[in-house]
């Protein structure tokens, strides 16, 4: 089945160490969305692609970066990852930016 | 801004009932509303979009209903059931500036109860 599909499902680092999630679709959507969610919260938009245009929000904190190499593939690095960067990380995509939204099943980020 | 919210926070019926959601946004030109289901610790499966002409949309057991100019949608679940326990988040697009902007409500939190 078409899908988005990230990896990994959970993933512990430590304070300051980096790391990279990785999210792939094979809907072939132009569109690919990070957002942050943190316990009892609304979805937060990280920053998006419109194919290999990168747009980032503006209060998305410069220790996060992020990779979109092709069409499928788009990547999330947290460069020096906080205790405060403990979250669902949900990637997300669409055909067009005004289409519906279809999301993978998240990475939950620990830091220790 | 736009502003989402979604009232009440937490509701839990007995298995069977029919049920309402609740979401009310602030400003009015929207290009659609997207309602999600979360089940805890995973992602968001989409229900239902709702295109800003629509009044509302059905699938299965079901309903999205959307008043734009009152700012309001409701979803609605018929003969619930424990499978519906989830969180329930509504998700709107805006219809100029940005349509990736999508401005999410933080959600009501479903319990039903067998």
């Known amino acids: 089945d078409a899908m988005v599909i990230q990896n990994p499902r959970y993933q512990v680092t430590q304070f300051g160490k980096p790391v990279t999630l990785s999210c792939s679709q094979t809907?072939?959507?132009?569109?690919m969305y990070w957002y942050q969610q943190k316990s009892s919260q609304a979805p937060k938009l990280l920053f998006h692609?419109?194919?290999?245009?990168?747009?980032n929000e503006a209060d998305t904190p410069d220790n996060f970066q992020s990779r979109r190499p092709n069409t499928s593939f788009c990547f999330l690095d947290i460069r020096s990852p906080g205790l405060g960067d403990a979250a669902m990380y949900l990637c997300a995509t669409s055909r067009e930016s005004r289409n519906e939204q279809y999301f993978g099943p998240g990475t939950r980020l620990t830091v220790t | 801004k736009q502003e989402v919210t979604q009232i009440p926070a937490a509701l839990s019926v007995p298995e069977g009932e029919n049920l309402v959601l609740n979401c009310s946004f602030t400003d009015s030109a929207i290009y659609n509303l997207q309602w999600f289901r979360q089940d805890p610790g995973k992602g968001l499966t989409s229900l239902l979009l709702i295109q800003s002409s629509q009044r509302e949309q059905t699938s299965g057991r079901l309903n999205a209903s959307l008043d734009k100019s009152s700012g309001r949608s409701t979803l609605y679940i018929a003969a619930s059931q424990p499978g519906d326990s989830a969180t329930y988040l509504c998700?709107?697009?805006?219809?100029?500036?940005?349509?990736?902007?999508?401005?999410f409500g933080t959600g009501t939190k479903l319990q039903v109860i067998p």
């Open positions: 692609y419109y194919d290999k245009d990168f747009n």
């Open positions: 809907l072939n959507h132009n569109v």
């Open positions: 998700a709107v697009r805006p219809n100029s500036g940005g349509y990736q902007k999508v401005t």
